[in-house]
């Protein structure tokens, strides 16, 4: 069983910043990608960036030169430094781990709450 638990979201002034962590535990596959999606009110989850366990990252357009994605293999934990923060970075924030082998693994956090004020 693979859990994954988040933490550091908050709410922050119009061009703050936060860290955000993600560790997980349980048995996991070591190629692997790590990443984070987001959630606002109404709209789809979508990408924010990931990492895979080969070092390779991707980032949204939207958050390219501000936000920063890295792991740290050992602890299997992977963190987003979000820096500049807008009003339109509010959203869930999950967590997400998964891997290919054969059929797709894919696990999920439970979120955690960004709130960035104007």
């Known amino acids: 069983q693979v859990q994954l638990v988040e933490s550091g979201g908050g709410l922050v002034q119009a061009g703050g910043s936060l860290r955000l962590s993600c560790a997980a535990s349980g048995s996991i596959f070591s190629l692997n990608a790590m990443g984070w999606y987001r959630q606002a009110p109404g709209k789809q989850r979508e990408l924010v960036a990931f990492?895979?366990?080969?070092?390779?990252?991707n980032y949204a357009d939207s958050v390219k030169g501000r936000f920063t994605i890295s792991r740290d293999m050992a602890k299997n934990t992977v963190y987003l430094q979000m820096n500049s923060l807008k009003p339109e970075d509010t959203a869930v924030y999950y967590c997400?781990?998964?891997?290919?082998?054969?059929?797709?693994?894919?696990?999920w956090g439970q979120g955690t709450q960004v709130t960035v004020s104007s």
């Open positions: 990492v895979t366990s080969g070092g390779r990252t």
């Open positions: 997400n781990l998964n891997w290919k082998f054969g059929a797709l693994f894919d696990y």
